[in-house]
T-cell receptor
Framework: AQTIHQWPVAEIKAVGSPLSLGCTIK??????LYWYWQATGGTLQQLFY??????VESVVQLNLSASRPKDDQFILSTEKLLLSHSGFYLC???????????FGSGTRLLVI | GDQVEQSPSALSLHEGTGSALRCNFT?????VQWFRKNSRGSLINLFY???GTKENGRLKSAFDSKERYSTLHIRDAQLEDSGTYFC???????????FGSGTQLTVMP
């Protein structure tokens, strides 16, 4: 069975500090991977997606970047956090032909 | 751009009754997925539909791509059904899953 793991579970970070959020998928070869973000009180919106290793497409510009260093790994990062980066980050896989999306457990980020 | 309009934003039901949530799409979508938010804020998959209807227990969902809508019906609501439900539609020709704003369901004794 496929499993999706996100880390960390929660972070409190200072404005201007770097950030790295991770997501790994086990049990699925070459998954389509996604990062989603929800600001407090906002709607979930897609940030990035990746179809294959080394390839990432940006959907929304939020001064964040994403990378896919391995087939089963998707990383979300920034060199300098902004207050507006606070929120809930979700990683997901799936979305191919006739395939649903499965979400990770999420990372709650508070930037102060 | 493509949008998903979910209604109602909040819904209160008495135990044993039922109702429907609805999502309207501004453009043709190729699939829809319904989720329920868990206690941590993550999303639990309820249904994925590329067309037609699906049923699971007291939940039933329908998707009409041509008429640009999807529904989630809840019957015989139970207290544990309370929570936030989201629809999300897969935009045609892209990998983007577009979310509705959610429905806060409260089931009362």
């Amino acid at each position: 069975a496929q499993t999706i793991h996100q880390w960390p579970v929660a972070e409190i970070k200072a404005v201007g500090s770097p950030l790295s959020l991770g997501c790994t998928i086990k049990g699925k070869s070459s998954p389509n991977l996604y990062w989603y973000w929800q600001a407090t009180g906002g709607t979930l919106q897609q940030l990035f997606y990746s179809i294959t290793v080394g390839q990432v497409e940006s959907v929304v510009q939020l001064n964040l970047s994403a990378s896919r260093p391995k087939d089963d790994q998707f990383i979300l990062s920034t060199e300098k956090l902004l207050l507006s980066h606070s929120g809930f980050y979700l990683c997901a896989w799936g979305g191919g032909l006739n395939s649903d999306y499965t979400f990770g457990s999420g990372t709650r980020l508070l930037v102060i | 751009g493509d949008q998903v309009e979910q209604s109602p934003s909040a819904l209160s039901l008495h135990e044993g009754t039922g109702s429907a949530l609805r999502c309207n799409f501004t453009t043709t979508m190729r699939a829809v997925q319904w989720f329920r938010k868990n206690s941590r804020g993550s999303l639990i998959n309820l249904f994925y539909l590329a067309s037609g209807t699906k049923e699971n227990g007291r939940l039933k969902s329908a998707f009409d791509s041509k008429e640009r809508y999807s529904t989630l019906h809840i019957r015989d609501a139970q207290l544990e059904d309370s929570g936030t439900y989201f629809c999300a539609a897969l935009s045609s020709g892209s990998w983007q899953l577009i979310f509705g704003s959610g429905t806060q369901l409260t089931v009362m004794p």
